[in-house]
């Protein structure tokens, strides 16, 4: 595991833009963090990645979201599955060609591939915020390396 | 004599399952519509694959009951309107099939409509439009400003950037632990309070129509949790007036900006938001000093339903748009 302090919103989106550039097809990316840590806020320099054009909002009321960019983007949040155990074709998602970013990820745990880079976004005060990486997969582990150094 | 044009729609983007047919677009024949409202409550929102299941148990019962309601005969309907999105795309698929399968069986073009189209055309229902027309159109899913030139156009001059109004009202009434849906409860809330709290007000760059909820949610919950720490109580009605105050001036400044920029003719307000008082009272009060007519239709046509879409299929069908039986659920459809 290993932790980055940003200090504003842009320092943020720069390291999930960097982030992004390393990213391929079928990779998973998990967010946690309370309500307004700044999920959203962290896909959108995800996107900016990705090349993605179109302004991202949130995905709260239709839980997905998709993006074309220089890869596809799949933005889900998945809150309100906290009480449903069924697959809603996941799978699709995970394994598709695009990246796929899942925000409230522990509410899923069951249907998340083994191998995925969890991200979760602690406040500090204002728009400081401490971003804690934990890698699954000498995959993820080489990103999260190259992605501090 | 013009021959009627008869449109039955179909809608099931979210949590209501609903049929309506629609004469020339303005007379409603029958309108039904069955709310999943209660067996979402407990989740505190629409569980996507609960609102499928109810979508197929309701749809030949709510069909059954819309023909019920009316003389109108499956003879006389010209066309059939779907949904075809935005919303939850194992939501939308339920009515898409199933408009599918009647434009089959009864050999009846089809039509698939954007949902804000729809709820755009909510308000033809009441009153007939005149162009140029400004839309605000809030809801949980959904915070835009459409400009109208003429029937059928759509151009999107502003929308939100992150959180859609209705969603930053659940929210924040999730913080407040308010049931599901937050907004009514805040709207309420909001009456009895009083703005003692300073939040943000989200205007963005100089003369752009966007909306962004986000950093006030932020700064609502940021405001609870530091009174939490200091041990001082923050009281929830004067919460939820301070947040909706925030949120109601900037959809109001912004609809009125737009509404004097663009020389409209007509505001119309569209959206399960609109029935928010707090919201309606502001516009009302904005727009009565103007000589631009505002128009907030009926609560019931507010909130989802077939009629709107039966009307917006209407203008669709009239202007020759017709879909395939290969019509597809979007769930990220965008208005065009």
Not at chain 2, 171 to 189: C, E, S, W
Not at chain 2, 222 to 233: D, V
């Amino acid at each position: 595991m290993v932790q980055i302090q940003t200090n504003t919103v842009e320092e943020t989106q720069l390291i999930a833009e960097k982030l992004a550039t390393m990213l391929k097809p079928g990779d998973v990316i998990t967010l946690e963090g309370e309500l307004g840590a700044g999920k959203t806020t962290f896909t959108k320099g995800l996107a900016k990645g990705l090349g993605i054009k179109r302004n991202i909002s949130s995905p709260t009321f239709t839980i997905i979201k998709e993006y074309e960019g220089r890869l596809p983007l799949y933005h889900m949040d998945v809150y309100r599955l906290e009480h449903s155990d069924e697959d809603i074709g996941f799978d699709e998602y995970f394994h598709g060609n695009g990246v796929t970013v899942v925000e409230w990820a522990h509410f899923i745990e069951e249907f998340l591939p083994n191998e995925r880079l969890a991200i979760r976004i602690g406040y500090m005060d204002g728009d400081k915020r401490i971003l804690e990486f934990t890698a699954s997969g000498a995959y993820f582990e080489q990103i999260m390396n190259e992605l501090i150094s | 004599m013009k021959k009627d044009t008869i449109i039955l729609g179909i809608e099931t983007s979210c949590d209501e399952t609903a049929v309506s047919i629609v004469r020339n677009g303005t007379e409603i024949m029958t309108n039904v519509v069955a709310s999943q409202i209660e067996s979402h409550k407990r989740f505190g929102g629409v569980v996507p694959e609960i609102a499928s299941r109810h979508h197929v148990e309701q749809m030949t019962v709510v069909l059954e009951k819309a023909f019920e309601n009316t003389d109108i005969t499956w003879d006389e309907v010209d066309a059939i309107a779907v949904t075809e999105g935005p919303g939850l795309v194992g939501a939308l698929l339920v009515g898409v099939n199933s408009a599918k399968a009647l434009s089959f069986a009864k050999q009846k073009p089809l039509v698939g409509v954007h949902h804000i189209a729809g709820h755009i055309y909510a308000n033809r229902l009441e009153k007939e439009f005149e162009f140029p027309l400004l839309a605000l159109i809030v809801s949980g899913g959904h915070t835009e400003l459409v400009l109208m030139r003429e029937h059928g156009s759509y151009e999107l001059i502003g929308e939100t950037r992150d959180d859609a109004a209705g969603e930053a009202y659940d929210k924040v009434a999730r913080m407040l632990n308010l049931p599901y849906p937050g907004g009514p409860h805040i709207d309420q809330l909001a009456a009895i309070g009083e703005e003692t709290i300073a939040f943000p007000r989200a205007w963005l760059e100089e003369g752009s129509y966007d909306f962004s909820f986000s950093g006030l949610k932020s700064a609502v919950i940021n405001k609870i949790h530091n009174a939490k720490q200091r041990g001082e109580t923050l009281k929830n009605e004067d919460i939820a007036a301070s947040f909706q105050a925030s949120v109601v001036e900037v959809l109001t400044a912004k609809t009125l900006k737009a509404a004097k920029a663009y020389n409209v003719k007509q505001v119309i307000v569209a959206g399960g938001v609109a029935a928010n008082k707090g919201l309606r009272r502001e516009l009302e009060t904005v727009f009565s000093e103007t000589d631009i007519p505002l128009l907030i239709p009926d609560i019931k046509l507010c909130t989802d339903n077939a009629a709107m879409i039966a009307a917006a299929g209407t203008i669709a069908f009239e202007q020759g748009r017709r879909s395939g039986l290969d019509l597809n659920a979007n769930a990220s459809l965008q208005l065009k």
